[in-house]
T-cell receptor, first 109, second 118 residues
Framework: LAKTTQPISMDSYEGQEVNITCSHN???????ITWYQQFPSQGPRFIIQ???TKVTNEVASLFIPADRKSSTLSLPRVSLSDTAVYYC??????????FGSGTKLNVKP | NAGVTQTPKFRILKIGQSMTLQCTQD?????MYWYRQDPGMGLKLIYY???????DKGEVPNGYNVSRSTTEDFPLRLELAAPSQTSVYFC?????????????????FGPGTRLTVT
């Protein structure tokens, strides 16, 4: 199981852009990078996933450098409702994903 | 679509009792998963299924059993409940077991079942 390292917690203010970086030095050639969001007492919710370079959807962007040993989730203009735990996962099959403890993002007014 | 549904939402068991956690998905996904999440921790895979009649162990299968008789349902059975099984259980499904750079290749999670064993 490919393990990842991400900050335990981050603080931000409403309206700011938030970047959460994840380190995955042992990423394999076939591995994808996936990010989930989890609110208290709810199941994780898919945010974005990618293999290389940059991926963007309606809620976030994912930046992956050429060596793929890290990735950065970018959340534009966060609001209070973005307060949650964010998980970075690396793997080639969903049954091989490793969920670490995630990054607890606290958005302040 | 209701997505992934789980029942019950909460349950308290006595040590040694048994129970079945129910999971149903209406997205016609072949792949289904059971995870447990202990307080402050990430999710750990218990069992997964790649289709009706086919299941396999994940990272923490001891003390649990699963079956998959239909595409829609993937129940998790706890036999002889122990305090170490106190956790929140999440069921998930996906259209493929492999992620892709496409939002359609994702896992969908249910709302969870909070289980306490005393």
């Amino acid at each position: 199981l490919a393990k990842t390292t991400q900050p335990i917690s981050m603080d931000s203010y409403e309206g700011q852009e938030v970047n959460i970086t994840c380190s995955h030095n042992n990423i394999a050639t076939n591995d994808y990078i996936t990010w989930y969001q989890q609110f208290p007492s709810q199941g994780p919710r898919f945010i974005i996933q990618g293999y290389k370079t940059k991926v963007t959807n309606e809620v976030a962007s994912l930046f992956i450098p050429a060596d793929r040993k890290s990735s950065t989730l970018s959340l534009p203009r966060v609001s209070l409702s973005d307060t949650a735990v964010y998980y970075c996962l690396v793997g080639y099959n969903f049954n091989k994903f490793y969920f670490g403890s995630g990054t607890k993002l606290n958005v302040k007014p | 679509n209701a997505g992934v549904t789980q029942t019950p939402k909460f349950r308290i068991l006595k040590i040694g009792q048994s129970m079945t956690l129910q999971c149903t998905q209406d997205m016609n996904h072949n792949y289904m998963y059971w995870y447990r999440q202990d307080p402050g921790m990430g999710l750990k895979l218990i069992y997964y299924s790649v289709g009706a009649g086919i299941t396999d162990k994940g990272e923490v299968p001891n003390g649990y059993n699963v079956s998959r008789s239909t595409t829609e349902d993937f129940p998790l059975r706890l036999e002889l409940a122990a305090p170490s099984q106190t956790s929140v259980y999440f069921c998930a499904s996906s259209p493929s077991i492999q992620p892709r750079t496409s939002d359609s290749y994702e896992q969908y999670f249910g709302p969870g079942t909070r289980l306490t064993v005393t």
